[in-house]
């Protein structure tokens, strides 16, 4: 059992050495929380916590936080995501602050899409401080209680359970491991991936992360996405940056007769693969505008029940 | 040097829309050399507006000068003859001429020609790319001489992001990853562990995020 700092059911389970799983909830572009819940109720007894989105690729939605505070009135855990895209230090600290005095304990950092792609192209992007800065930073803030200018907190620090993204996908390859480790370093304690499509990438990139032990100083945990169709496939090998999608997946798809059946089929595949390799403490299940399948892939990939935390 | 281009010729004619005379007054800086607002530039674009006005039954008439640089006061002082006569003046140099034309013609409508874009340089003949974000505090040495700031879309001090393949920016398949660059460069010195160095937030109050800046040399103000 590794030691646990924070109150997170996420970071109890996995001292505890529970394979943990966690989904994805991606807020909607309007004012009003009932599909936010309505997908909290259904993912409730099926993951260990949720991340929530923040305006993911650049889009403008419903906030991060406010979303965690509905899925966690419907007894979810929340992850929140915190990209760097759109706040500067002031601004991400006082959401932060507001996120733990609501009850939010994990917390994602992220550099963020860049807006060229999103709703808003003609924003100013803000990246005052990068997503390793951001880890650092929230770590200092928690264990040495100190706001990022270094002045002291006084009390009630927030104590969020960090964590940080990792693409082995991206380039270049060699450096990946050596940034996940920077993030490590940095004060980084749980990991999720982008989807894992090209499982030998993934399965190299485990092997460099277990020779510089950083699986012994994180916990991982696996992304992965179903895809709906043959033509999701071949966007995101074409058109999405720092994603691997094998031409055999596409063509899988592409032969399916019932196409949606066929992507959850090769999602459970995936995670039942995923779950022998050494150094993977649980899954990450990225259902995009799919949330609903989520409760069948973790049954069907025998993750179902999930564990109970005491207290 | 500062890389400018001309702005669109019809938005140039309506600000000055209302003069019957004008001085178009070009800079032999660094707007000579990126062929945005030098003498060649400044006689065609008065062409062009004489042009443009006479077809509307509205001539116009232009004088021009070209200033060795518009940004120091002893070189503009040379147009107060030329200004005098004229209703409206159209620099050609980079923001900063116009704002010292502004300065010292009172009286003048000041109106730019060029939308001034960035520092940095030609990568071949015609095309000039940004290299320098004038932050005010230069991280080059730490990063194998490669502006993170500038040329990282998301100004990452620990990079590359995720959004990093086959060595381009997730914004454009045409902008390189600046963190591919310094990466394989600084593979190439043996300076890999450098890049294992967590960078620090950055003091953004050296950069125009502190405020209007200004420079000082005590030893050389006269009086």
Request: hydrophobic fraction near 40%; glycine fraction near 8%.
């Given at each position: 059992?590794?030691?646990?700092k924070?109150?997170?059911?996420?970071e109890?389970?996995?001292?505890?050495?529970?394979?943990?799983?966690?989904?994805?909830i991606g807020?909607?572009?309007?004012?009003?929380?009932?599909?936010?819940?309505?997908?909290?109720?259904?993912?409730?007894?099926?993951?260990?916590?949720?991340?929530i989105?923040?305006c993911?690729?650049?889009?403008?939605?419903?906030?991060?936080?406010?979303?965690?505070?509905?899925?966690?009135?419907?007894?979810?855990?929340p992850?929140?995501?915190?990209?760097?895209?759109?706040?500067?230090?002031?601004?991400?600290?006082?959401?932060?602050?507001?996120?733990?005095?609501?009850?939010?304990?994990?917390?994602?950092?992220?550099?963020?899409?860049?807006?060229?792609?999103?709703?808003?192209?003609?924003?100013?992007?803000?990246?005052?401080?990068?997503s390793i800065?951001?880890?650092y930073?929230?770590?200092?803030?928690?264990?040495?209680?100190l706001?990022?200018?270094?002045?002291?907190?006084?009390?009630?620090?927030?104590?969020?359970?960090?964590?940080?993204?990792?693409?082995?996908?991206?380039?270049?390859?060699?450096?990946?491991?050596?940034?996940?480790?920077?993030?490590?370093?940095?004060?980084?304690?749980?990991?999720?991936?982008?989807?894992?499509?090209?499982?030998?990438?993934?399965?190299?990139?485990?092997?460099?992360?277990?020779?510089?032990?950083?699986?012994?100083?994180?916990?991982?945990?696996?992304?992965?996405?179903?895809?709906?169709?043959?033509?999701?496939?071949?966007?995101?090998?074409?058109?999405?940056?720092?994603?691997?999608?094998?031409?055999?997946?596409?063509?899988?798809l592409?032969?399916?007769?019932?196409?949606?059946?066929?992507?959850?089929?090769?999602?459970?595949?995936?995670?039942?693969h995923?779950?022998?390799?050494?150094?993977?403490?649980?899954?990450?299940?990225?259902?995009?505008?799919?949330?609903?399948?989520?409760?069948?892939?973790?049954?069907?990939?025998?993750?179902?029940p999930?564990?109970?935390?005491?207290? | 040097?500062?890389?400018?281009?001309?702005?669109?010729?019809?938005?140039?004619?309506?600000?000055?829309?209302?003069?019957?005379?004008?001085?178009?007054?070009?800079?032999?800086?660094?707007v000579?050399?990126?062929?945005?607002?030098?003498?060649?530039?400044?006689?065609?674009?008065?062409?062009?507006?004489?042009i443009?006005?006479?077809?509307?039954?509205?001539?116009?008439?232009?004088?021009?000068?070209?200033?060795?640089?518009?940004?120091d006061?002893?070189?503009?002082?040379?147009?107060?003859?030329?200004?005098?006569?004229?209703?409206?003046?159209?620099?050609?140099?980079?923001?900063?001429?116009?704002?010292?034309?502004?300065?010292?013609?009172?009286?003048?409508?000041?109106?730019?020609?060029?939308?001034?874009?960035?520092?940095?340089?030609?990568?071949?003949?015609?095309?000039?790319?940004?290299?320098?974000?004038?932050?005010?505090?230069?991280?080059?040495?730490?990063?194998?001489?490669?502006?993170?700031?500038?040329?990282?879309?998301?100004s990452?001090?620990?990079?590359?992001?995720?959004?990093?393949?086959?060595?381009?920016?997730?914004?454009?398949?045409?902008?390189?990853?600046?963190?591919?660059?310094?990466?394989?460069?600084?593979?190439?010195?043996?300076?890999l562990?450098?890049?294992?160095?967590?960078?620090?937030?950055?003091?953004?109050?050296?950069a125009?995020?502190?405020?209007?800046?200004?420079?000082?040399?005590?030893?050389?103000?006269?009086?």
């Amino acid at each position: 059992m590794r030691e646990v700092k924070t109150e997170s059911r996420l970071e109890r389970l996995l001292a505890r050495g529970e394979f943990v799983v966690t989904a994805e909830i991606g807020p909607p572009r309007h004012a009003n929380a009932e599909i936010i819940r309505h997908h909290a109720h259904m993912l409730k007894d099926y993951v260990d916590a949720t991340n929530i989105t923040d305006c993911q690729t650049a889009v403008v939605r419903l906030s991060s936080i406010a979303s965690a505070i509905h899925i966690l009135n419907c007894g979810v855990e929340p992850i929140v995501q915190m990209t760097c895209r759109d706040r500067n230090r002031i601004a991400i600290q006082s959401d932060l602050l507001g996120a733990y005095s609501l009850g939010v304990r994990n917390l994602l950092c992220l550099s963020g899409d860049h807006q060229k792609f999103g709703s808003e192209p003609t924003a100013k992007n803000v990246y005052d401080i990068d997503s390793i800065q951001l880890i650092y930073l929230m770590r200092r803030m928690r264990d040495q209680k100190l706001f990022f200018s270094g002045e002291p907190i006084k009390e009630h620090e927030p104590r969020f359970f960090i964590g940080a993204v990792a693409n082995p996908f991206a380039d270049p390859f060699e450096f990946r491991v050596a940034r996940l480790e920077k993030k490590v370093e940095a004060g980084a304690e749980f990991i999720q991936t982008q989807c894992i499509y090209d499982m030998e990438r993934f399965e190299r990139f485990m092997e460099m992360v277990r020779e510089r032990g950083i699986h012994e100083r994180a916990y991982i945990l696996a992304g992965v996405t179903p895809l709906k169709s043959w033509r999701a496939a071949k966007y995101l090998q074409t058109s999405v940056s720092g994603m691997i999608v094998p031409d055999e997946i596409v063509e899988r798809l592409k032969k399916a007769e019932d196409p949606k059946k066929e992507g959850i089929e090769i999602c459970i595949e995936q995670i039942k693969h995923i779950r022998n390799i050494p150094g993977v403490h649980g899954v990450h299940i990225m259902a995009i505008a799919w949330e609903e399948v989520v409760p069948e892939i973790v049954q069907r990939a025998g993750l179902y029940p999930r564990p109970k935390v005491e207290g | 040097m500062i890389v400018a281009q001309q702005k669109n010729i019809k938005d140039i004619a309506e600000m000055v829309a209302d003069a019957q005379k004008v001085l178009l007054a070009g800079c032999a800086g660094c707007v000579t050399v990126c062929l945005a607002g030098g003498e060649k530039e400044t006689e065609v674009l008065a062409a062009a507006l004489r042009i443009m006005r006479k077809l509307q039954g509205n001539p116009l008439e232009t004088v021009t000068y070209v200033a060795t640089r518009q940004c120091d006061p002893e070189y503009i002082e040379a147009m107060d003859g030329l200004v005098k006569d004229v209703d409206a003046v159209i620099s050609l140099a980079c923001g900063v001429g116009v704002q010292y034309l502004a300065e010292r013609f009172k009286d003048k409508w000041v109106v730019p020609a060029l939308d001034t874009k960035f520092v940095g340089g030609a990568v071949k003949h015609g095309v000039w790319e940004e290299r320098c974000g004038l932050c005010g505090d230069c991280v080059l040495h730490r990063t194998g001489g490669i502006c993170p700031i500038i040329r990282c879309s998301k100004s990452i001090l620990n990079g590359p992001c995720g959004g990093s393949q086959n060595g381009k920016c997730e914004i454009s398949k045409d902008v390189d990853c600046a963190w591919q660059l310094i990466y394989d460069r600084m593979k190439a010195l043996g300076k890999l562990d450098k890049l294992m160095e967590i960078q620090m937030p950055k003091d953004w109050s050296k950069a125009r995020d502190g405020g209007p800046r200004r420079a000082i040399r005590e030893d050389v103000i006269i009086g």
